[in-house]
């Protein structure tokens, strides 16, 4: 393969391969000297990537004031997106691409293999912000097992909308517009190179003999301005050493800064770029881009200026959502495009959560509402995306009323036959076929507009010819949504009420005209009550009155002629 050869400006150009044919357009070798203060331009947390004479490149503990460093976010990383890799070392069991293959592979095969101590990663660290003004910056650090002061790395950044690899459930495959870092740490660190690639479905290659997909032919030099970064030119104690908490000597510690904005790999226009997985990839000085290769570190984390919308939904009295889906339009209302949809679980959550969103105005409306609830009167909602914010919005629909049904029967069987009995529940009363009835048949009972939940029925009072039912404090659960005419209370909102119909006795007794006879009537009956008042017209009498239901009445009638 033909490669061409870089080097620092005015130096003695020593031969050094670096995955550019000669066939290609060439740019100017760039020679890249960290600034003086170690820091981009414009990095909000003012982090120190690069070299910094006062401190020493990779100073760990010390920090300019004002300043970040790696102790910095490593002690806060519970609240920053700063991770951490612990890679093998000196082992044969250490990930690897497989030797010999080719760079243009879509999904590159990976094996156990111990790697040359100076290209052996023992760690790999990242941190990455966001500035006020959309920039997005990516700072990395690499350790190695051995001193590597010319050391080399290729840090590549994966969208993953391809999926996994066959066979793979780590390895993300190569999509077009993934970006390739390729960083040379030259002079021990003092001055560094970093090209840009681009993996591309279609055009020329890097490697011109190769066809696409592949890295594009297209290889951006990035200026000082855009990254710096540089090798560590002391020994650090395992307590300067926040990183690994290991001792380390000059040239084990390798760190970089990235604005990836002005780079061109997540670019601050109003659109949003994610890259899902970072693989850490290192070379051996001096080697060629397409076979050097050789330790690799697989980072599961997004870096993004994409915005993203997370819902969650509750009911009013507490009830599930499951099942409702959120519609998210673009533009200021239920009029623009239709971005995606989610539905609501069991949890409450509405999956999948919208991600990956440009800036920018959105529309939010609940399209499928639970039934027996009314969507949350803020519906539909329109509100602004910034970059990279994660907007959590949260619901609460509103729980329909419900309704409960009571039914009077007859011991007997079958509905009572006169109506006026009074019944109670938590907070009211109603009268069967009266105030507050909405069921006109004697017999049954419904009330709606009823808050949803637990109540607990009783009858106040029989119907007329009825005796007071011997069932007592009804549970019925109220439903929303139910009511009176078309949704009607199910079982478990009904009271069932029994009462016994009531029978009168009279046993009379009159002289037969000889007046000479007389007698005493006796009547034993628990249910009832006995009268034993003359009734007019006859001598002796005795009436028994609200008998309920199957009774048997002895009365004893006693002649004394």
């Known amino acids: 393969m033909a490669t061409r050869v870089l080097g620092p400006t005015g130096s003695k150009r020593r031969k050094r391969f670096l995955f550019v044919p000669a066939l290609l357009v060439v740019a100017t070798a760039l020679f ?41 976010v490593v002690t806060t990383a519970t609240n920053t997106p700063y991770v951490h890799l612990s890679d093998a070392a000196a082992s044969n069991s250490d990930d690897s ?53 010319n050391a080399s790395e290729n840090i590549e950044l994966k969208q993953g909308t391809s999926g996994f690899c066959t066979g793979s459930t780590t390895l993300l495959a190569r999509t077009p517009g993934d970006k390739l870092l390729a960083i040379d740490y030259l002079g021990g660190g003092k001055a560094v190179q970093f090209h840009l690639l681009t993996w591309v479905a ?16 297209s290889v951006a030099e990035l200026s000082a301005a855009v990254a710096e970064g540089g090798v560590s030119t002391t020994n650090f104690t395992a307590a300067q050493n926040p990183i690994s908490g290991s001792p380390i000597v000059a040239g084990q510690f390798a760190e970089f800064g990235v604005n990836l904005a002005a780079a061109g790999i997540i670019p601050n226009n109003g659109t949003c770029s994610s890259f899902a997985q970072t693989v850490w990839e290192s070379r051996a000085s001096g080697s060629s881009f397409v076979s050097s290769t050789k330790d690799v570190s697989l980072e599961n984390h997004t870096i993004s200026n994409c915005a993203s919308v997370s819902v969650t939904k509750v009911g009013s009295d507490g009830g599930s959502q499951e099942g409702a889906v959120f519609t998210l339009y673009e533009g200021a209302d239920t009029t623009g ?21 440009n800036p ?20 539909p909602e329109t509100f602004t995306l910034a970059a990279s914010e994660a907007k959590e919005l949260s619901y609460t629909d509103v729980a329909q009323a419900g309704a409960l049904a009571i039914v009077k029967n007859s011991t007997k069987g079958g509905a009572v036959t006169s109506a006026g009995a009074e019944f109670s529940y938590d907070g ?10 909405e069921d006109s048949a004697v017999g049954s009972v419904c009330v ?74 006796s009547c034993d009956n628990g249910t009832g009550t006995s009268d034993t008042t003359a009734t007019t017209g006859w001598d002796t009498s005795n ?19």
Do not use: M
């Open 32 to 72: 890249l000297v960290a600034s003086a203060s170690g820091v981009l331009t414009g990095s909000p947390s003012k982090f120190e990537s690069g070299n910094d004479p006062t401190l020493g490149v990779g100073n760990e503990v010390i920090d300019t004031t004002g300043d970040t460093d790696w102790i910095s």
């Open 97 to 149: 691409f497989t030797p010999g293959q080719k760079q243009d592979t879509t999904c590159p095969s990976t094996q156990g293999h111990k790697n040359s101590p100076k290209d052996d990663f023992t760690d790999v660290a990242s941190y990455n912000e966001q500035a006020g003004n959309g920039d997005v910056y990516l700072y990395g650090a690499t350790l190695r097992y051995a001193a590597n002061g």
């Open 202 to 217: 279609t055009g020329a290659c890097n490697v011109a003999n190769d066809t696409a997909p592949c890295w594009g032919a």
């Open 337 to 357: 495009t239709v971005v995606g949809t989610c539905t609501v679980d069991a949890n409450g959550d509405c999956l999948p959560a919208f991600t990956n969103l």
């Open 360 to 379: 920018g105005q959105y529309t939010i409306d609940e399209t499928t509402t639970p039934a027996g609830y009314t969507k949350d009167a803020d519906l």
């Open 428 to 437: 009211g009363s109603v009268i069967d076929n009266g105030t507050g009835d």
């Open 448 to 521: 709606s507009g009823l808050a949803p939940g637990d109540y607990t029925v009783n009858e106040t009072s029989p119907p007329d010819g009825y005796g007071a039912a011997s069932e007592t404090d009804q549970p019925v659960t109220v439903a929303n949504g139910t009511n009176c005419t078309d949704n009607l209370p199910g079982a478990g909102a009904t009271a069932t009420f029994s009462d016994p119909p009531l029978s009168d006795l009279q046993v009379n007794f009159r002289d037969g005209g000889s007046g000479e006879t007389s007698a005493t009537i």
């Open 543 to 561: 009436t028994v009155t609200g008998i309920e239901g199957a009774a048997t009445v002895t009365c004893t009638i006693t002649i004394d002629p």
